[in-house]
């Protein structure tokens, strides 16, 4: 009986339930159902074996506890994913680091990028060198005030020769207004504000926003 009652289910589901359930995959009710329409048409002079109701009632249980494994777990993950993004938040104000101080440059263009200073300073001099360390461009820094600061690179080097396609280093070194030497490179910005999108923490680093996961250090 339990062949029939599958080959009904199974036509009644490509039928009108087609959209209901188009995977045709049994859940925890549909189980239930079964085992009672088995009783329901059973034969009275031959009826189901004890053994066999207990093996069913057996799975049921199993499905409901796989069921209720997979609700704790998604629970669990959204309690995860909150904590993550309470712990975005409360990083605002403190400084990342990505973990890489190099911006691209395309050769013949002009290419922008952008430097943390923490403190107000006096003097300070930008360095661009290659990957193998040698020193492409410097230029001079004037006193101005501690923040995030833009600037563009003209894509020559201290000679004025144009600068090949590829990716280059910068870093700067400074004097504070107590006369103290500090450093700093692209890369390390303060996190000024914090995004969600589609469930992904995004901080705002200088100008850009970027995902959390892409940051290499937070101090």
């Known amino acids: 009986m339990i062949n029939q009652v599958n080959t009904t289910q199974n036509t009644t589901a490509q039928t009108g339930n087609a959209k209901v359930n188009p995977n045709g995959i049994l859940k925890k009710n549909d189980f239930l159902k079964l085992l009672l329409v088995e009783l329901q048409y059973q034969d009275p002079t031959q009826p189901m074996n004890t053994e066999k109701i207990l093996n069913q009632t057996s799975q049921l249980a199993t499905l409901e506890a796989s069921n209720n494994t997979t609700k704790t777990l998604e629970q669990l993950s959204k309690s995860l994913q909150a904590s993550k993004q309470f712990s975005a938040i409360s990083a605002i104000g403190k400084t990342a680091n990505m973990g890489d101080n190099t911006i691209v440059h395309k050769k013949g263009e002009k290419t922008g990028f952008e430097l943390y200073f923490k403190n107000d300073f006096q003097s300070g001099t930008i ?25 563009t690179w003209d894509g020559l080097d201290d000679a004025g020769n144009v600068v090949k396609d590829g990716t280059y280093r910068v870093s700067a ?23 969600f999108d589609n469930g992904q923490a995004l901080v705002k680093l200088g100008s850009n926003y970027v995902p959390l996961s892409k940051v290499y250090e937070i101090f």
């Open 127 to 151: 360095t661009i060198t290659d990957n193998n360390g040698n020193v492409i461009k410097t230029q001079t820094l004037s006193a101005d005030t501690k923040g995030v600061k833009s600037f």
């Open 173 to 195: 070194t400074y004097t504070d207004t107590n006369g103290k030497a500090r450093r700093t490179q692209v890369g390390v910005y303060p996190i000024e504000g914090v995004r």
